[in-house]
C-alpha cells in the first residue's frame, strides 16, 4: 500500500472533515454496508448514466490495485451499479473499495465478501450494458467534486475527499485534529472538574 495512503487510514473521517471545514463530505445517504468498513484510495473515477453499469466493468478491469472506485450514478436507487458477483471481481482484483451515488443489489453477497462497499442503499434491479459511460474523468459524487487521483477516505460516519493537490497539508492538520482530541479525553475523562470547565469554555 502507498505509504501515504497507510496513513490516510489510521485516522477517522471526522478529522478530515473538520481539516476542511467540512466542504469535501459527500451526502450523509452515503454510508457503508457494514458500519466496520473503512477504506482509503486514490480514486478511480467513473461516470454512469442512470441504468447502465458497463463503464463500471471497464473500470474494474483498468483501475490500479489500491485504487478506490468512486461512481457518479446519478443518485440513481432504482437500478444497481453492481451485484456481489462484480463486487468479487473488483475484490479479486486488488481494488480496495467502492463508493457509489446508486445502490447496488446481492446485498448479503456483498456482505460476505467483507469489502468495503458505500452506497446510499439496495435494490433488485440490474442495469444495463449498453456501454456508455468515461472513466478518470472529474466527477461529482455526493454532492463533491472528485478528481482522478485524490484520496478517498471512509468510514461509518461516510466518505470526504481530500484533493490530491492538498493531500499533505491535510494529512498533516488532520493528524494535529486527532492527536488534540486525544489528548483532550485523556484530560477530561472522569474528571468532573475538567468536563465543568471544558464546558463552561465552549458555552461562553
Request: proline share 4%.
Amino acid at each position: 500500500m502507498d505509504n501515504i495512503i497507510s496513513k490516510f487510514l489510521k485516522i477517522p473521517t471526522a478529522c478530515f472533515s473538520d481539516s476542511m471545514q467540512g466542504l469535501n463530505n459527500m451526502d450523509s445517504t452515503i454510508k457503508p454496508l457494514k458500519e466496520d468498513f473503512v477504506v482509503a484510495g486514490r480514486a478511480f473515477t467513473v461516470k454512469i448514466p442512470v441504468g447502465d453499469n458497463k463503464a463500471v466493468l471497464r473500470a474494474i478491469n483498468e483501475a490500479n490495485p489500491g485504487d478506490v472506485l468512486v461512481i457518479d450514478a446519478k443518485g440513481d436507487t432504482y437500478r444497481a451499479i453492481a451485484g456481489d458477483f462484480i463486487v468479487g471481481l473488483a475484490q479479486s482484483l486488488g481494488i480496495n473499495g467502492i463508493i457509489a451515488d446508486g445502490v447496488i443489489r446481492d446485498v448479503q453477497g456483498v456482505k460476505k465478501l467483507n469489502y468495503p462497499v458505500f452506497c446510499k442503499g439496495t435494490t433488485v434491479a440490474a442495469s444495463a450494458k449498453s456501454g456508455w459511460g468515461e472513466m478518470n474523468i472529474p466527477i461529482s459524487c455526493g454532492g463533491v467534486a472528485v478528481k482522478p487521483g485524490d484520496i478517498v477516505v471512509g468510514d461509518a460516519d461516510g466518505v470526504v475527499i481530500i484533493p490530491q493537490e492538498r493531500e499533505k497539508e491535510i494529512l498533516k492538520l488532520a493528524q494535529e485534529k486527532l492527536r488534540k482530541d486525544e489528548e483532550r479525553e485523556a484530560q477530561i475523562s472522569g474528571n468532573h472538574e475538567e468536563i465543568r470547565r471544558f464546558l463552561n469554555q465552549m458555552t461562553k
